[in-house]
């Protein structure tokens, strides 16, 4: 698909529509709290998103951002849908969007949440399967409490793969059921990594499998959900291309470090100067971490 100018006029693909949703246990906890209602219904607001950019996928049109970066009206429909619900279940709140600037953060709100509307939006707007509707949420001292990941064409053995993790809950759910990460090798046999990685590591003592799929999200998640795929590393990317798997991998038992081993924090030079992060972060298990701080390196 080439470059073509995006459309303002197809409501079909330019705007989505939020409908309340019947209070279920489709997302695997039941909503009984206000604070479990409030999550139930940004849950339902992300799937309802991710159907609808699903639906659209072979209808959109793709553009360019002034940093070259691909555009869509999915982008955009998603974020506007999404920063609405954003507004009115968590009104105080701060929210770090990719697609807009709000230029507007109150140090130490409850929650901080943080969006990429289309993680993956270059393979979105190829037509292929690995993106996300990607939502993170960080608590009062910027630390990663929960998080929702909608990939809807991305499951294992099935379409959708919908990860979520509720702030103040240890548990991690997808597809409406309780999840355990699958066990990994120590020393990895499958790795899954950004497609630019040999522009910023050496890889070669590393023998065995790559995979690249075009979303940092999915390739975040993807040691937490794919039972071969053992650890991955992301490049430089952006606050929102990490945040909704964050909690999520934590509370799986894995780690996202710095190649160098330190802690990814969200401080001001990500969240509101809208920089990348420092240098390529890796994903997994602490074994496997150390075997790749060990024996990769970055140029």
């Known amino acids: 698909m080439q470059e073509t100018s ?3 006029d197809d409501k079909t693909i330019t705007r989505i529509e939020i409908v309340n949703e019947d209070y279920s246990d489709r997302y695997g906890f039941s909503p009984k709290t206000e604070d479990q209602k409030l999550f139930f219904r940004l849950c339902s607001a992300v799937r309802q998103c991710g159907e609808a950019a699903r639906a659209n996928q ?21 974020s506007d849908a999404i920063l ?5 279940l968590y009104p105080d709140c701060n929210i770090i969007t990719e697609e807009t600037d709000l230029k507007s953060f109150t140090e130490g709100a409850r929650y901080t949440f943080v969006l990429d509307p289309i993680d993956g939006t270059d393979a979105y707007s190829q037509g292929l399967p690995a993106w996300a509707v990607a ?5 009062s001292r910027r630390k990663p409490c929960g998080g929702v990941v909608y990939a809807p064409r991305f499951g294992v053995g099935e379409q959708d ?13 997808l597809n409406g059921k ?10 990895p046999r499958q790795m899954v990594v950004a497609s630019n990685i040999m522009n910023y590591m050496d890889m070669k003592a590393y023998k065995e499998k790559l995979r690249a799929f075009g979303s940092s999200i999915v390739h975040t998640v993807a040691p937490v959900v794919f039972s071969n795929q053992d650890c991955s590393i992301n490049t430089y990317c952006y606050a929102w291309d990490v945040a909704a798997a964050h909690a999520i991998v934590e509370k799986c038992g894995m780690r996202i470090v710095y190649f160098d081993g330190s802690e990814l924090e969200y401080d001001d030079r990500l969240l509101l100067e809208r920089k990348q992060i ?13 075997w790749m701080r060990d024996n990769l390196r970055l140029y």
């Open 278 to 290: 420092r240098m390529p972060i890796l994903i997994g298990y602490e074994k496997c971490i150390r």
């Open 178 to 187: 309780l999840h355990k990460a699958p066990e990994h090798y120590d020393i």
């Open 6 to 8: 995006l459309s303002k």
């Open 58 to 78: 072979s209808h959109i049109h793709r553009s360019f951002k002034d940093d070259g970066t691909i555009l869509t009206e999915t982008d955009l429909a998603v």
């Open 161 to 173: 793969l919908f990860l979520c993790t509720m702030p103040g809950d240890a548990d991690v759910y």
């Open 135 to 139: 939502l993170g949420i960080l608590d």
């Open 84 to 88: 609405s619900c954003l507004k009115e």
